[in-house]
């Protein structure tokens, strides 16, 4: 009797123990996930560290969600900040391969290296358009619109039949003086040269007398006195010949009689020349003469030129 319960009691306690193996066993703290053979379990809610496991990524006894493994080992891939940075949609100098703004772009005025550039009076980074600004001295011109060679071109001194006559003019208060002139048509021939370069620029240090913005030029202005004589016609006949021009139907040839008259020629033709022709007595003895050569405005100061002009004539 004692040995057969003894047999019955040892194949319940036999069962129990298999049930228990096939089912696993959850002691409250980091259980071992159902179905895993040997697996350890996720971090329990309290606290508890484990080892996560990648192929279940939660657990079902409310762990927190599992760290990816590191890149290479078949999880996410790991991304690194190149460092570049936007500023007004362009990308700074900062680039992750180190290279500044293109020439003539910038974002700060560190990118705009031509404060010493001929002519130059000034450097500023437009940090709305991001491009480098540069002002010009004085009379000189940024006729090509390259930044690295500046204001590049220098208004000439004028040349008054053969004689170099500095600096240039704009107003008929220091208008370059010719000389005087009696009546005789070869004792007053002319052969008068100058320039209005032009350009799309601010002029500063100095500031240029009489500037035309909207034309981008100043006028150059020359003076002389004609004397007269007996039996002269005093007949003012003066050509203007553009030269050296991009845009030779652009400049105005004007003539002032003090006292007197202004004859105007408004504007030259496609061979860039003007002319004004009068007979006698358009100026009477001893008069002081004006002579104006501009820009007109039709021509804006986009249109950039590095204009040169001979006047030819005779009182």
């Known amino acids: 009797m004692n040995a057969r ?18 089912h696993g066993v959850d002691d409250g703290v980091g259980g071992v996930v159902e179905g895993q053979d040997g697996g350890v379990g996720d971090p329990a809610s309290d606290g508890s560290s484990g080892t996560s496991n990648p192929a279940n990524p939660t ?21 690194v900040d190149s460092g570049a940075a936007t500023i007004g949609g362009a990308v700074d100098a900062g680039d992750e391969d180190g290279a500044a703004p293109p020439n003539g772009t910038c974002n700060t005025l560190s990118d705009c290296p031509y404060a010493t550039a001929t002519g130059v009076s000034g450097v500023s980074c437009d940090t709305t358009t991001h491009l480098c600004v540069i002002t010009c001295a004085g009379d000189n011109y940024d006729v090509n619109g390259v930044l690295s060679d500046g204001c590049e071109v ?10 170099q006559l500095c600096p240039v003019e704009h107003q008929t208060s220091s208008a370059t003086n010719l000389g005087s002139f009696d009546c005789n048509d ?3 021939a002319q052969n008068d040269t100058g320039g209005v370069p032009s350009d799309d620029r601010t002029h500063t240090n100095p500031a240029v007398v009489a500037f035309d913005g909207t034309a981008g030029a100043a006028p150059t202005v020359f003076t002389l006195f004609g004397s007269g004589g007996a039996l002269c016609e005093d007949d003012l006949n003066l050509n203007l010949q553009m030269t050296k021009s991009s845009h030779l139907a652009c400049y105005s040839l004007v003539a002032q009689v003090v006292g007197g008259k202004t004859y105007t020629c408004a504007q030259t033709d496609a061979t860039g020349l003007c002319q004004i022709t009068n007979g006698s007595v358009s100026y009477s003895d001893g008069s002081t003469i004006y002579i104006t050569v501009a820009k007109v405005d039709s021509c804006p100061a986009t ?7 001979t006047i030819t004539g005779h009182l």
């Not at 006894?61 to 290479?72: E, F, L, Q, V, Y």
């Not at 220098?154 to 004689?163: D, R, S």
């Open 5 to 22: 319960i003894a047999l019955g009691l040892s194949a319940l306690l036999l069962a129990a123990i298999a049930a228990c193996a096939a």
């Open 59 to 79: 657990s079902d006894d409310g762990g927190t969600t599992n760290t990816p493994p590191p890149n290479g080992d078949g999880g996410s891939p790991t991304f």
């Open 154 to 163: 220098a208004n000439p001194c004028p040349v008054g039949n053969g004689t």
């Open 186 to 188: 070869s004792d007053s």
């Open 303 to 309: 249109e950039t030129d590095d204009a040169t002009f």
